[in-house]
């Protein structure tokens, strides 16, 4: 696998950026957002700043130990969960961290969607964990993160929000997209009082198609 340039990732990153915001994924200053665009560095959004609004000169670089490499502004508070998940899995190339409204609810019911009732999110995700509460920005949401960055490929965080990655922006991107239409549709069944789930050949079925889609 190849990596974006520095301006390929940067204009990803506020692009996305603008498209969770406006969609209702994040709320004033939530969410982070970055890119790896080496063996041992990345591009990460700020701290305390609108991801529907931030510029290209607010976005930092660091290396995979934290290290300032280029830009002014303050790195993301939760920039060490970032780094864990790069280091965990070295094939990962973006991170996109957000607070989806009913994916959070779930979350801060300590619920996961691991029930498979989509077929677009059985082949996008598979089952999505809750990893335990850590304080925000703390080394603690790092480890917390950390045993589940190989097998899986979105996250709820306890009382907080969720998190996707994946081999390039997009695909996380559109993961966290899956993510908040399965934290729905899951809801809307429980409402109808509905516990029907897909049966086990066809969600088999479903997994093997994941090659064909750019999925590893």
């Known amino acids: 696998m190849t990596f974006p340039s520095d301006a390929q990732a940067k204009a990803e990153i506020l692009a996305t950026g603008r498209k969770i915001y406006q969609r209702g994924l994040v709320a004033a200053n939530d969410g982070n957002l970055s890119v790896r665009v080496s063996e041992n560095a990345l591009w990460v959004t700020p701290t305390g700043v609108s991801k529907g609004t931030m510029t290209e000169e607010m976005l930092v670089k660091l290396d995979l130990d934290g290290n300032c490499l280029e830009g002014t502004h303050k790195p993301s508070s939760e920039t060490k969960m970032h780094l864990r998940i790069y280091q965990e899995d070295p094939l990962i190339r973006a991170v996109v961290h957000a607070h989806p409204p009913v994916a959070t609810a779930f979350a801060a019911a300590g619920i996961p969607l691991d029930r498979p009732i989509l077929q677009e999110a059985v082949v996008q995700l598979g089952t999505v964990p809750v990893a335990p509460f850590a304080l925000p920005g703390s080394q ?60 086990e050949t066809l969600v088999h079925q479903l997994e093997d198609l994941r090659p064909s889609w750019g999925i590893r």
């Open 140 to 199: 603690g949401v790092a480890d917390s993160v950390a045993p589940y960055c190989k097998k899986y490929r979105a996250l709820l965080l306890e009382y907080h929000g969720a998190v996707t990655w994946g081999d390039t922006m997009e695909q996380a991107h559109y993961r966290l997209e899956c993510l908040e239409q399965l934290a729905t549709v899951t809801l809307h069944l429980h409402t109808l009082g509905c516990n029907r789930v897909m049966p």
